[in-house]
């Protein structure tokens, strides 16, 4: 066995480690467990008995105890390294290189980023294994054959391995088997537990078996590795560069998949766009329809497209003049004749007139957008994560900028998860805040001190803080480390008494359930008397109360009268302030008194004398109210959706400010909610969501289910004109479905599981709400960002390409040459994404409302600022351009010959034409009209270094370029000229900043949103692949030169999408893409109050009846059937239609079935 321990590869996170220990001889081969653990159910169960005895065999065999194992485990880490690839060239190539290093710069640090985000994550997946007898917690990656592991309900299980022990362990194996129903694991039934499965229900443990490369996941990954390698072979036969590429990044995209959330993503190449190998998959993935995730990046692809083809279409025209007028100039005006000798020449005249063109288009194809998208986005997921949030999905981090609603957990999130003891009565007095030490007499103290030490478990503590700084730990019942905490508060110690009275001391203690709702503990006092310490729900205790401790700490008579009193002022205002109230009391039997009868609880626990009455909540975090008044103010509704009891969701909701005093807003309990939702037949209906959410604020008693329904039907509204995107939290593996619905999810990071983080797209490394607001002002600030980014390069294009165009069939030469434009083009393209894709976000972003799918990427505001800031620039290098020689006195550079050298003219043409751009890259930080254009210039030192960088590469250019750049060297004043025309541009910003937008009507806005009706229906379908838009775009920026010659294909195709989308609804082949898809279907819960309706499950064997709490239902055909009443549910057991499953929301044949 010695043989199989060397072979155990662990799979975990971007590197797969090679296990290595040392064990000596083991009774069993690495085969014999393999062929084990490919065996189910009652097959597995035969074969352990037969060869091992049972489980404890197998333990034996491996050389462990169900409490340790044994082995030293060394780790070897593959290092991985970055190629560059180097072009070499005259001085057209030589620019062309600075953009591609530049874009392979970024790209890498993008990389890096990334890596840095899949190692914290890795090192963040841990599994729990006892060792040495310790219960201990390791990394996924260091888990070996024979550890025994501890699963519990929301793991996914690392590694395979056989049940040891189980309480009610349910597994849900969708991830490898595709069945949907949980499966019971017992050690009489089916002991056999598999990785990449989920624990759904239960604990247990159990002795692992085979890890990595052996377990059932790794050699499913050992086939695709496999194919894939094979497939790279034939690849690289056939065309070595291109698909040996593609491969790599097949590959390096597993890789990266397989990282991002270490053991829980193992099956993710499965599902994953990138992960799929060879044509096959490639045509299968063709044929599905696509997911339009970004809001920005759809709004960006219709605008590259439209300013690709305006540019296209210039650069033709731009061609056809100069070859025109060359053509009738030379053979039709001065009539000259072709000659055979002077052939060469005009074919240079063509040659240079198609390079002019060329310019031209590439000076209007805007290629820095996809890269200022990615240095934006890269940028702000590096900061976000100094602010908690650990993003998993690139584009969530802008689509959260354009947020409309938030669904907040309460618990945790808005709260400190930590119960505190807020308000007390105390000897008679309520005290609305916790009283001081000296307040509260002796007597009262000491009972209140030994009646809280004693009678709370004694493994329910208060621990010092793990960070200094930090809040101390509680550990054990929350409510006991509350009251714990109450002692503290009053500057005593608890473990003081526990030391004095240890745990085997107590003489007996009745326990907490939920029948008696109250835990009370005797003890036997030195004199052999008996005192006994009780707490509990205060209307149960304070009935067993006949006497309470008075103002001077004596105890007096409690008759019904004052109980009432006490109920009317203490424990109602406290319930009705969310508390949750708690009496404390104790009785005393003295010692000449027989024993009593400590069985008949009933005589023991009565006959009280009352302490005191606490009042317990979880506090509201102090700085949620303000983050929340900020997500308000900034046009966000936040939502507070929890399974807590309406009373206690509602006060939090009013401390946290998400529902003020007078305000119409709804509260519901999710009973209520599912009954206001549902038509008589029990289906959800779309119209009844609308006349709820709008109003909606509360959701208490909500199942996971009613989240989900709540999130899909806000997201699939259309009450308002412009669409909502939600953001969601939760921290339960139940929370799956609606953090997977949502636009973006947000997952806890301390109190999620593993099931939770996976769905979502966003972790709060605190858990804390404010966290989110940060995500909003990072994603509202990647938006402004390409907007800046796209203000500044709008107005270049605009006067490049015009300056070009006029320049050319006026002068039949660019007046800015190819090299001039590829430098211009390298500032306005990558150093201008990189400057101003980098400006760090400002409280300011909070105080507008979001803009939503539909707004304009290019406001009027900003279209006002182009045109302006066009129309000067064009102006200045018309007039040096025509009458720049007269004005510095130096030769004309118009209609120069062929060949002639660089004049100072042209140069200065250039030179003015560069700064202008550099000072109008200060006027685009702001694009809201702002007026100062250098507020918090000096917080960005990208920009400045940047825009510094600029200007002494310029002066390089001007000064020692010559004949590469077209340049002639200038003097100081020319300079200062040149400079002086450049900060004009900050001047004129100031003029057209002072133009009030509301009065140009006549601009038009660009870059709309795509809006739902132009998508296909097929591109709504979820949770397919998703377009990578920057890859499309660069690949319609080539189409674009066929597109004339392929319009019948075009043609073709669009009657065969049309064919498609027709038949999309009646027949689709399932597609069970996600390992995870188990988690996109809910199906919900029938309240007892409601008509039953009978299910097709209900007809199941009768021991899962436990599962049909919380099922999980078939997969159904269509993936927009996520809610119950879409599909998942039929109306009875015999009907079991087709189409009714098949047909989606919205498509004719959903509201035909409606409306019959």
Same mark, same amino acid.
């Given at each position: ?8 590869? &662990? ?21 014999e467990l393999r062929s084990l653990m490919e065996l189910r159910a009652a097959d597995a169960l035969h074969k352990i008995q037969e060869c091992y005895g049972d489980v404890h065999g197998i333990c034996a065999k491996l050389k462990t105890s169900p409490n340790e194992v044994c082995g030293s485990v060394n780790v070897g880490e593959e290092e991985e390294e970055s190629e560059a690839g180097w072009i070499e060239g005259a001085a057209i190539l030589l620019s062309v290189v600075c953009v591609v290093l530049v874009t392979a710069f970024n790209d890498w640090s993008k990389e890096k980023q990334f890596r840095g985000l899949q190692s914290r994550i890795e090192q963040e997946q841990k599994f729990t294994v006892i060792r040495g007898g310790q219960v201990i917690q390791i990394p996924v990656a260091d888990i070996i054959v024979g550890d025994i592991a501890q699963v519990k309900y ?100 597993? !890789? ?142 802008? %689509? ?24 007390? @009565? ?31 478990? @004694? ?34 110690? @608890? ?29 036997? !006092? ?33 008759? #019904?009268?004052?109980?009432? /009193? ?58 949620? #109210? ?34 003020? #005093? ?68 939760? /921290? ?105 894709? %980098? ?217 065969? &999408? ?10 689709? #082949? ?21 008509? +039953? ?27 927009? !059937? ?7 549910? +039929? ?5 079991? !239609? ?19």
């Amino acid at each position: 066995m010695g043989d199989m321990a060397n072979n155990s590869i &662990a799979y975990s996170g971007v590197k797969n480690a090679v296990k290595e220990t040392n064990h000596g001889d083991f009774g069993v081969t690495l085969a014999e467990l393999r062929s084990l653990m490919e065996l189910r159910a009652a097959d597995a169960l035969h074969k352990i008995q037969e060869c091992y005895g049972d489980v404890h065999g197998i333990c034996a065999k491996l050389k462990t105890s169900p409490n340790e194992v044994c082995g030293s485990v060394n780790v070897g880490e593959e290092e991985e390294e970055s190629e560059a690839g180097w072009i070499e060239g005259a001085a057209i190539l030589l620019s062309v290189v600075c953009v591609v290093l530049v874009t392979a710069f970024n790209d890498w640090s993008k990389e890096k980023q990334f890596r840095g985000l899949q190692s914290r994550i890795e090192q963040e997946q841990k599994f729990t294994v006892i060792r040495g007898g310790q219960v201990i917690q390791i990394p996924v990656a260091d888990i070996i054959v024979g550890d025994i592991a501890q699963v519990k309900y929301g793991d996914l299980l690392p590694a395979d391995g056989v049940l040891i022990q189980g309480n009610d362990l349910k597994i849900d194996e969708s991830s490898l088997t595709g069945e949907s129903d949980h499966v019971k694991k017992s050690l009489d039934r089916d002991p056999m537990l598999l990785s990449g499965t989920h624990v759904m229900e239960g604990s247990g443990r159990m002795v692992v078996t085979a890890v990595g490369v052996n377990s059932q996941t790794g050699i499913i990954f050992t086939l695709l590795g496999a194919g894939g390698d094979e497939e790279e072979k034939e690849k690289e036969k056939e065309k070595k560069d291109k698909k040996s590429k593609k491969q790599d990044g097949a590959v390096e995209n597993r !890789n990266k998949a397989k990282a991002q959330d270490g053991a829980a993503m193992e099956m993710q190449p499965l599902k994953s766009e990138d992960g799929g190998d060879g044509d096959e998959k490639d045509k299968k993935r063709s044929n599905l329809p696509k997911k339009e995730k970004s809001v920005l990046q759809g709004k960006l692809t219709k605008l590259a497209v439209q300013i690709g083809k305006a540019g296209l279409l210039m650069s033709a025209i731009t061609v056809i003049i100069l070859v025109l007028y060359f053509v009738i100039d030379t053979f039709w005006v001065q009539k000259r004749p072709w000659l055979a000798e002077c052939t060469p020449i005009y074919i240079q005249y063509f040659v240079k007139f198609f390079i002019i063109g060329v310019t031209v288009l590439v000076v209007a194809v805007p290629e820095g957008l996809p890269l200022a998208v990615t240095i934006s986005l890269a940028y702000s997921v590096k900061k976000m994560m100094r602010d908690n949030n650990l993003v998993r999905h690139l584009d969530a981090c802008e %689509t959260m900028g354009n947020a409309t609603a938030i669904c907040s957990d309460k618990t945790g999130t808005l709260t400190m998860n930590r119960m505190t003891v807020v308000q007390a @009565y105390i000897n008679e007095k309520h005290y609305k805040k916790i009283p001081e030490p000296e307040a509260i007499p002796e007597k009262t103290m000491a009972y209140l001190v030994t009646g809280i030490s004693v009678n709370c478990a @004694y493994t329910s503590k208060i621990l010092p803080p793990e960070k200094e700084g930090g809040l101390p730990r509680h550990v054990g019942n929350k409510t006991e480390c509350a009251l714990l905490g109450l002692l503290l508060d009053l500057k005593r110690d @608890y473990q003081d008494v526990r030391n004095e009275i240890p745990e085997e001391d107590l003489y007996k203690v009745y326990t907490f359930n939920s029948v008696r709702k109250s835990m009370s503990t005797v003890l036997k !006092n030195s004199d052999g008397s008996f005192r006994i310490f009780s707490k509990g729900a205060s209307e149960i205790v304070l009935k067993k109360c006949f006497k309470i401790l008075s103002a001077n700490g004596e105890p007096k008579v409690f008759r #019904p009268r004052d109980r009432d /009193d006490i109920v009317k002022t203490v424990i109602e205002p406290m319930a009705s302030e969310g508390l949750r109230t708690i009496c404390l009391a104790f009785r005393d039997f003295p010692a000449g008194e027989p024993e009593p009868e400590w069985d008949n609880e009933n005589d023991i626990v009565t006959g009280l004398t009352c302490i005191a009455v606490v009042g317990i909540e979880d506090p509201v975090r102090p700085e949620v #109210p303000d983050a929340i008044k900020k997500c308000q103010r900034a046009g966000i509704t936040v939502r507070m959706v929890t399974g807590d009891n309406i009373n206690t969701a509602r006060a939090i909701a009013l401390k946290c400010g998400i529902l003020n #005093p007078g305000e119409d807003f709804l509260c519901l309990e999710g009973k209520d909610f599912n009954r206001r939702i549902r038509n008589e037949k029990g289906e959800i209906e779309q119209e009844r969501i609308d006349k709820i959410w709008p109003k909606l604020r509360v959701l208490a008693r909500s199942s996971p289910t009613d989240k989900h329904t709540l999130v899909k039907g806000i997201i699939d509204s259309t009450v308002f004109e412009q669409r909502q995107v939600v953001a969601v939290t939760g /921290d339960g593996t139940n929370d799956g479905p609606a953090l997977k619905k949502a636009d973006v999810g947000f997952a806890m990071g301390i109190a999620g599981t593993d099931v939770a983080k996976e769905a979502s797209d966003i972790i709060l490394t605190d858990d804390n709400f404010t966290s989110i607001v940060k995500a909003v002002m990072w994603g509202r600030n990647v938006y402004d960002s390409i907007s800046k980014f796209l203000q500044f390069q709008l107005t270049v294009n605009v006067v490049a390409v015009i300056v070009a165009f006029t320049g050319a069939c006026i002068t039949q030469d660019s007046p800015l040459k190819a090299v001039q434009m590829l430098w211009v083009n390298l500032i306005m393209d990558t150093l201008a994404s990189l400057a101003l894709a %980098t400006e760090p976000p400002t409280e300011s972003l909070l105080l507008r409302k979001p803009y939503g799918r539909n707004k304009p990427l290019i406001s009027r505001t900003m279209m006002k600022n182009i045109l302006g800031h066009a129309f000067y620039q064009l102006v200045v290098v018309f007039t040096l351009l025509f009458a720049g020689e007269k004005i510095f006195d130096i030769d004309s550079g118009r209609n120069a010959p062929l060949h002639a050298p660089p004049s100072e003219h042209y140069t200065i043409v250039f030179n003015t034409f560069v700064m202008m751009q550099l000072f109008n890259e200060i006027n685009a930080r702001k694009i809201h009209g702002e007026r100062n254009v250098f507020e918090g210039i000096f917080n960005n030192a990208i920009f400045c270094s940047i825009v510094l960088g600029t200007f002494i590469v310029q002066i390089i250019i001007v000064q020692f370029g010559g004949k590469p750049f077209s340049c002639s060297e200038l003097s100081v004043e020319q300079w200062l000229w040149s400079i002086f025309l450049g900060m004009g541009t900050l001047l004129w910003g100031q003029l057209i900043s002072t133009i009030p937008t509301s009065r140009l009507k006549f601009l038009k806005e660009a870059g709309h949103g795509t809006q739902k009706e132009e998508i296909p229906e097929e591109e709504l379908a979820e949770d397919v692949e998703e377009i990578d838009h920057a890859e499309r775009e660069l690949r319609r920026g080539q189409i674009l030169w066929f597109r004339g010659l392929n319009r019948i294909q075009t043609q073709i195709r669009v009657v065969n &999408a049309f064919r498609s989308s027709l038949y999309e609804g009646l027949e689709k #082949p399932e597609t069970r893409s996600s390992i995870h898809n188990f988690m996109t279907h809910p199906e919900f819960r029938i309240e007892d109050s409601e008509p +039953h309706i009978p299910l097709i499950d209900d007809t199941d064997a009768e021991d899962d009846a436990p599962t049909k709490r919380n099922p999980t239902p078939p997969p159904s055909p269509n993936r927009n !059937n996520n809610n119950a009443a879409d599909g998942a549910i +039929h109306l009875t057991a015999g009907r079991r !239609n087709k189409s009714a499953t098949s047909s989606s929301p919205g498509s004719p044949l959903h509201s035909l079935e409606t409306s019959l």
